[in-house]
DNA sequence: GATTGGCAAATTGTCGACAATTTCATTATA
DNA sequence: TATAATGAAATTGTCGACAATTTGCCAATC
């Protein structure tokens, strides 16, 4: 996530991303608990600062907390994928179409150029689409709705999430083929203004990525 | 909000649900500065259950913080209701799709049953909605809709926001005409099993009840 | 041998104190 | 007078210790 940069100031946000981080990555793998004192041990931090990181990972779903028993890393499921992707259809849809009616004209120009630029990747053959990628283009229209809640909502919560399902499925940088023209004819129709179709093509794009990300999970 | 009991183990727990509580139905104004040491001499618990209490309404969106600063009570503003519902309007409108197709046909039974029930209550001259009601109707469809996480998001998150925004704008008990036969028209599709027309109408219904929102903040 | 009861260890919840940072009034300077 | 520097007061951030609860083990009982 080079995009958006969050800055730790406290202590607490430094533990918290380091965390974050660990556990979206797999390092941490799911359904481990989380001891206060181990981890306060392990960061050479107060017991405090822990339990404030564990609380902001628990707000953003990543953990999942029992009062008086402690906190254990969510244990993704193909259950839970499916939901996460239906919340990601309807807010994505929604921030399309909003981006259609907000996104300035130049954050569109250099949006589309983005994607040429991608273009002549694909054209010498070189696979799209880098992750890294993918999560620009979406991020950039998620920003472009201008909607603030709905950016809060997507950039801490949902996208972490929905990364932590790619990397325990082992499938850091997903289907080459289709992607580009479905970015492509996204960012038409936000030219265009034409919010009505960019919701509907986004969420269609949206549900080609869960259904790819769901064969590879039923071969498991 | 006596339908899905939250219960209070910690006192952590407690303080949160308390000062939620003040602050949504508008006890603790909007814009006010939350000190730590004052709410804690106030429900006579220490600093620490405080801190934590604000940690939680800050993911909520309840409070806004910055570090080494404090928090405040946000201030509502005719962009942040915009944005709010546009979110409602995609999650909900997602919920009522998913109802269509996961709700048990005793479950959507009861819903008819209920809105018959208040229907009773409009023949007779009195006014349909009770917020109560209203609240009601929407919390079942997103419990239909059997998505757990769009369940916890909407009912901790979106929720207890739209109240404020209800209270503070000193509209709690909404509009009384349309809405009733807006209900109506959503539990047939769902009952229908069209989750197509289902998202559709409740999309609509959300979007009307903001235009009726708007306007009456725009006469302020 | 299986089940229940209770004790000890470990873990989380809560507290008060100290450290770091911000805020605000006061003073000094241009 | 306006602006900047200074320092004290207040507030948040961090810490270690104690209290409350859970967990796991061991013995007692059936």
Redesign the pocket.
Known sequence: MSFFQEQAV???DKTFFRLREEIVEGEIPAGV?????ELSTKYE?????V??AINRLEACNIVERK?????RVVTLTAEGLLELYQIREALEGMAARLAAQNMPETEIEKLSNLLDDQFELVKQGQSYYQEAGDLDFHYRIIVGSQNQQLITMLSNGIYHLARMYRVQLGMTGPRVTTAYDEHKHIVKAIANRDGELAEILMRRHIQYSKNNIAVKLSKM
Chains 1, 2 share one sequence.
Do not use: D, F, I, P
């Open positions: 406290t202590s607490s608990k989380l001891s206060e004192v931090v107060s017991r405090a600062v339990r404030e009062a008086n028993v402690g906190a």
